[in-house]
């Protein structure tokens, strides 16, 4: 199992934590999916701006809520892709990285900041997993664009997905 998630990771360089980042681009945001044997690994990481409307440490409730809210909506993976029933997938582990938060900060001394969640996932038939649909979007109108790319075994590719075009095939 640990050598498998190692085994993804690397097919992306390196886990969303630790990359290191060009400045991020507003109504932008990433999704990296890996399929290797039972597992599958969601990743995506997102401008805050995209999903709350701001950047700054919550001033007030209302922005604190919005914060909690879009963090609660990440580590929902039914919030965030719709996975093939079929498959017969269950969430093994979520990861969510979210500024502001007392222990690790994405905030950025430039003034952005950043949400991230990664979810793994164990699927009873893997062969199943034939496309996700992104369900981000109608979430939130701000998120114009997601630069996915995945990694199964039909290969490796990178795709843009918009609210129009919201599947992403395995
Ligand atoms: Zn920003």
Known sequence: MKRTIAGLLLVFGCGAASAQHAPHEHGVAEL??????????????SPLDNLVGFEHAPRTDAE????????AALKSVERVVSVPAA??????????EQPFA???????????A???????LQCAKPAALDRLEIRLFALY????????????????????????QRMLDL
């Open 32 to 45: 990296r999916v890996a399929v290797a044997g039972n597992t599958m690994q969601i990743e995506f990481e």
């Open 64 to 71: 604190r809520q919005s914060l909690a809210a879009a963090g």
């Open 87 to 96: 498959a017969g997938c269950a969430v093994v582990s979520t990861q969510l």
């Open 102 to 112: 007392e222990h690790e900060g994405r905030g950025h001394d430039d003034g952005h």
């Open 114 to 120: 950043e949400m991230a969640v990664t979810h793994v």
């Open 141 to 164: 109108p701000r998120l114009r664009q997601i630069r996915a790319e995945r990694a199964s075994p039909r290969g490796q590719t990178a795709s843009t997905l918009t609210a129009e």
